[in-house]
């Protein structure tokens, strides 16, 4: 008796440690996706300047998510951010000293919780999954 209940609290714990691995690589593949999104949104703001610079230094940020979403969903994720950039008008009226500037950072950023993304990334991650 005492083995039966020491394997069956065996099979729990992996179990349990089964679902926790399943749980961080969704999360890890939503953060990726969002990632690649924020950035494409920034680089299609900036005129991809961000991306020079970002080479310019050695930057290597989004290697990993690439590999983590493969080609298909980051091409999805670039699409999704420089289609949002575009979207992105100027926050100031043309009689301000501001007229036609764009709060570029803080509108990509707002896509980070931005309801139609996550609403998007739940159905390409199923879509991933299977």
């Known amino acids: 008796m005492k083995n039966i209940l020491v394997l069956a609290s065996l099979c729990f714990t992996l179990a349990c440690k089964a679902q926790q691995s399943d749980l961080q690589k969704e999360k890890d593949w939503i953060w990726s996706f969002k990632s690649i999104a924020i950035y494409s949104c920034l680089c299609e703001l900036t005129k991809d300047g961000i991306d020079k610079e970002l080479m310019k230094h050695n930057d290597i940020s989004f290697m990993a998510e690439a590999e ?35 709060a570029i950072f803080t509108s990509c950023l707002s896509l980070y919780d931005n309801d139609n993304l996550n609403t998007i990334i739940k159905k390409k991650y199923r879509r991933y999954k299977k």
Do not use: M, N, Q, T
Not at 84 to 97: G, M, Q
């Open 68 to 102: 983590i979403l493969d080609s298909y969903f980051s091409k999805k994720a670039d699409s999704i951010g420089r289609d949002y950039a575009k979207k992105v008008k100027p926050i100031f009226s043309d009689d301000s000293e501001f007229a036609g500037r764009k």
